[in-house]
């Protein structure tokens, strides 16, 4: 599978739309949003520089990336008022890979800006400019030097490509039975999964060095494990029960085992190790806050959305991330059941055990 030609989130306003699916990772991006508007005021005291270059990476197309930039230009009008100086311009970079539905965004902005100018005077307000980077973020995007702060939520932890040494020289998968690392999975496969996450975060970083100004800052929010053991049933369970949905299709006859044994998802979820040695090794930036957020079960349970069942819910928000490659490795034939399948076991799964996905908010310098 070619990640980047396929991977894109549910495009448009539908119902399986990620769009309509992205409420939980506009949860975990709300419980550290103090983190970015602290980091942005920060930045913008020290340098107050007259034109501000801000990327989103992995900006996706629904309403978060929004939210993100009001969060931001707030906080830029917020200080510049306390500072008593005229708001920077704001230059906006919306990154993803090629196949995103950025028109969705577009088609939001005119909405979106009158209601950033309604409560503000026009005149004291920072002028903004928003364009579209498609491409991978494990490249260069953008001009040297042109980035003051980059902003990145749930996107990191998806890797560039599946590891090839997962399959071996027939090519066949050495991780059968699992989509992702799971209990069963052998070292090798951790191991190669751990390799390409060094890769691309080395990439990441090294491409990021050359666009960032120096006392440049990234936050960085993604998913991640506890500690060193691979397995952490805060994340891995999704795919644990996505790999059984699989399995029940297979003992349906709606699909081929042999299908299910090559499929692999291009994931990672890092451990807090793995990533300060990562920004350490690459040697650009510094770690200057890293901690965990761990999400809330018993206020995911509560929240009332549409009636749906809790298991329900996250199968919606998983089907509008995966779906696109799985419709590439499958057909799109089997949607439906899969995801129903697993919305079932979710359902049963969670009520006995609550999992609780773990978040790593990183803010980087630019050394
Ligand atoms: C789960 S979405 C998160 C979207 C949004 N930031 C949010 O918080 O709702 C992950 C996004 O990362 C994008 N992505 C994954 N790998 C990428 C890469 N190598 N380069 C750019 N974008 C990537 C995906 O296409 C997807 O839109």
């Known amino acids: 599978m070619d990640v980047e030609k396929v991977f894109h989130m549910t495009g448009g306003i539908g119902s399986t739309s990620y769009a309509k699916n992205s409420s939980l990772q506009k949860k975990g991006s709300d419980r550290v949003k103090h983190i970015i508007i602290e980091t942005v005021k920060e930045l913008y005291q020290a340098s107050t520089p007259e ?55 577009f088609r939001a902005l005119p909405d979106f800006l009158r209601s950033l100018w309604h409560d503000t005077e026009r005149g004291s307000s ?83 060095s050359e666009e960032v100004v120096v006392g440049g800052r990234m936050v960085l929010i993604f998913l991640g494990r506890r500690g060193a053991e691979h397995v952490d049933r805060g994340n891995s369970f999704f795919w644990e029960i996505l790999s059984r949905s699989f399995a029940v299709l297979v003992s349906k006859g709606e699909v081929e085992e042999e299908k299910v044994d090559s499929y692999e998802v291009p994931f990672y979820a890092p451990s807090r190790e793995e990533i300060e040695d990562g920004v350490g090794r690459e040697g650009s930036f510094e770690v200057e806050r890293l901690f965990t957020c761990i999400s ?29 490659i799985i419709s590439d490795h499958f057909g799109d034939s089997i949607l439906e059941s899969l995801f129903h399948t697993y919305a079932t076991l979710l359902d049963q799964q969670i009520a006995l055990h609550p999992i609780r996905p773990l978040t790593f908010v990183t803010v980087l310098r630019k050394l």
């Not at 906080?75 to 890979?97: G, K, M, V, W």
């Not at 990191?156 to 991780?175: A, F, M, Q, T």
């Not at 039975?177 to 890769?199: D, H, L, N, T, V």
Request: proline fraction near 5%; aromatic fraction near 12%; charged fraction near 25%.
């Open 296 to 324: 809330d079960e018993a206020a995911e349970e509560a929240a009332d959305e549409g009636g749906m069942s809790r298991g329900k819910r996250v199968a919606m928000a998983v089907r509008a991330i995966q779906e696109s």
């Open 126 to 208: 920072p002028s903004i400019f928003m364009g579209a980077y498609p491409g991978s973020f494990y490249g260069r995007l953008f001009p040297n030097n042109s980035l003051h702060f980059v902003h990145s939520s749930y996107s990191l932890h998806w890797l560039s490509r599946v590891p090839p040494e997962l399959y071996d020289e027939e090519g066949k998968s050495i991780n059968k039975g699992c989509i992702s690392i799971c209990e069963s999975s052998p070292e090798e496969a951790a191991r190669a999964y751990y390799k390409q996450f060094g890769e691309d975060f080395w990439k990441f970083l090294r491409s990021r």
């Open 51 to 105: 034109s501000l270059g801000i990327a989103d990476l992995g900006c996706s197309c629904g309403p978060n990336t929004l939210s993100t930039i009001r969060d931001i230009f707030e906080a830029i009008q917020n200080t510049s008022q306390e500072i008593h100086r005229p708001a920077s311009e704001l230059r906006f970079y919306l990154n993803d890979l090629p196949t995103n539905d950025f028109n969705s965004i």
